[in-house]
């Protein structure tokens, strides 16, 4: 009787863990502000990738293997949609990972992770925010020197990221991007948006003010001109009986 060959069983790597995206309204914002900023800047550069909240898979075989940053980049990889990142299949692991941090996760954002980013997929830069203020410190960044994670040091209140060529700050009580090249925060998309319209109010509300002005020129020079004349007439009409 001969031997069926069977073929190897077909390993699959699930495109969400079942987690949801983040603990609070707060969280979810501040993580979907981030990929927005970082996705505008770099919208450019076509082998910068930036995500978030997407499965990555580090050990090709093992599917447990896996771990979801709240926000990532990556540079030296094609910009495109992806279901799931597999380390094996792309040119680089993640350069840059910041983690919105809660009491719940905070352990395992300082431990677990930590020791991951660092001697298993080698994040050059790792950052820590809890948005709530519940945690100590709050605010934590970490660069990658020599295989093992060291401070960043605070300047002008900001974490300066190497990687990025930004700087990491509160701005208005949200951690936002700052752009040290221009003096200039980053805005999220609905911060840009408001400064938009904001901006249209008050050219629309200039311009009503200069229309205005014009207007009440005109009804001066109008009332100049009639008052003008009326006195000119009443000159001649004296004139007038003078002569007669």
């Given at each position: ?108 954002d300082?431990g ?32 990658l ?38 003096g ?36 001066a ?24």
């Amino acid at each position: 009787m001969q031997n069926k060959i069977q073929s190897a069983p077909t390993i699959i790597y699930p495109e969400s863990d079942g987690k949801p995206m983040a603990e609070t309204d707060v969280h979810r914002k501040l993580m979907m502000d981030f990929i927005q900023m970082l996705e505008d800047h770099f919208q450019y550069e076509n082998d910068v990738y930036v995500s978030g909240n997407l499965l990555m898979y580090y050990q090709e075989g093992d599917p447990r293997k896996s771990i979801s940053p709240d926000v990532f980049v990556v540079f030296g990889v094609k910009k495109k949609l992806r279901n799931t990142f597999l380390t094996w299949e792309e040119a680089n692991t993640p350069d840059f990972v910041l983690e919105v941090a809660s009491p719940s996760t905070y352990r395992h954002d300082i431990g677990r992770k930590k020791e991951l980013y660092a001697t298993v997929l080698g994040v050059k830069e790792y950052y820590i925010y809890d948005p709530l203020g519940q945690v100590v410190p709050s605010f934590s960044g970490y660069r990658l020197i020599d295989g093992e994670y060291q401070d960043i040091e605070l300047v002008d209140d900001r974490l300066p990221s190497v990687v990025l060529g930004l700087e990491l700050g509160e701005c208005e009580g949200k951690l936002r991007l700052y752009n040290p090249n221009i003096g200039q925060w980053m805005q999220s998309l609905q911060e840009e948006v408001r400064t938009v319209r904001e901006r249209a109010e008050e050219e629309a509300n200039a311009r009503k003010s200069a229309e205005e002005l014009a207007e009440k020129e005109a009804n001066a020079r109008k009332s100049a001109e009639a008052e003008l004349a009326k006195a000119l007439a009443e000159i001649e009409r004296l004139q007038s009986e003078s002569t007669d």
